[in-house]
């Protein structure tokens, strides 16, 4: 099967498939999971109302299926086809430096509910984070990642890895599609309770 990839990506590889499948299950899998704890407080009511343990509940989790995820990816790679012309390790550092320093930036600017999909259990900040590294971009740690995976496809030198990492960057636009609008949706109806009742006073 690899002919009709004139040899770059071995499609007869389950290990592939694995990879895709964990790429486009994880956010899924969050925002399914978020929605139905906004709408009906599904891991807020099985941890006994404490909405604080069930959010980190679900922030180790997606934690957990983000390790997983990688270690799919690092996986598929290494049953793919080294090609040397893909091969390049001083670009890749830098990518994978550019897009770890998003991701743990994003981390420490949002804090762990703030990252795991706090404001679906009414754990909302008070304001919008606006400094690095949202200032770059509005999803540093999505943007990051991506760049993360790419740079992993370049360190091996297997073209697989960028055809996967265009997966992640399409799974990743389709779940901001999802959840931006979602999010702000959140933060205007508490914005519309809090001057609901400053008038009420």
Known sequence: MSQLTGGLIDLSQNSLYFSALAIAFNPTFWNIVAR???????????????????????????????????????????????????????????????????????????????????????????????GFPFNVTGAPMYWGSTMSFLGTSLLYGRPAGALLTIQVFLVYLGALQFEDPFTSQIYAERDKREKEGKKAK
């Open 36 to 130: 139905q704890e906004y709408h009906n407080k599904t891991l807020t009511r099985l941890f006994k109302g404490n909405s604080l343990r069930a959010c980190y509940a679900l922030a180790l989790t997606i934690f957990g299926l983000g390790l997983l995820r990688d270690a799919l990816y690092e996986r598929a790679l290494r049953h793919q086809p080294f090609i040397p012309a893909f091969h390049h390790p001083y670009i890749a550092y830098v990518l994978l430096a550019t897009g770890n320093t998003l991701v743990l930036t994003s981390y420490y600017a949002l804090g762990i509910t703030g990252t795991f999909l706090g404001d679906y259990f009414g754990i909302l900040m008070d304001e919008p984070v606006t």
